[in-house]
């Protein structure tokens, strides 16, 4: 599998430990994702997805602490954060998170669209995954308002920013959605600058 240029980041951040622990956590993630495309996510077991992988139950189990975590798992977040801090202070709020979204998503889809696409239509078809995708969703939502709370010099508690973060992620959601919906053939970066665009605008109706 090809590496993107944000994934080698990541790689050269690690000590070799990690960078091998790292491999067996994907290696575990792409046969699990297979197999829930062949045989559906429901019917597939962790026993299954462990043979696959070559690793034993409690192997998994050090990497995912549950099934799900096979689909909703990935180390962006800490990369997506300090791009976000090294932002020029010039830029406004939304103009330093276009740079670092179209930044960051345009190197993963490079090299990594279909297993995005895959798991996203999980995220969205599977209830017990909706539901912990929105828990993490507001756990990076609490973790942009706090970088900006520290780029604007104010508190993370600020009533706008936490108004301004959730209607970020209200954008983020709605463009992945109807990027999934139109079988990932939309152009996600162009969905996302239009949702920006709309959000910067007021929202007019």
Known sequence: MSTSPLERSLEQRLGLRERKKLKTRRSIQEHALRLFQEQGYEATTVEQIAEAAEVSPS????????????????????????????????????????NVLRELIGEMLAADRQR?????????????????QWEQTRETQDRIVEAL???????????????????????????????VENGGEDDILALLDHGLDYLTAGCPI
């Open 116 to 132: 995005i696409l895959d798991r996203s239509r999980l995220m969205l078809a599977v209830p017990a995954l909706r539901a912990r």
């Open 149 to 179: 709370a520290e780029r604007l010099g104010r508190p993370a508690g600020d009533f706008e920013l936490r108004a301004f973060g959730a209607a970020l992620i209200a954008v983020w959601e709605t463009t992945l959605l109807a990027w």
């Open 59 to 98: 192997t998994f189990f050090r990497y995912f602490p549950t099934k799900e975590d096979t689909v909703l798992t990935d180390e962006y977040d800490p990369l997506i954060l300090e791009a976000l801090r090294a932002q020029p202070p010039e830029l406004s709020p939304t103009e330093a998170l276009r």
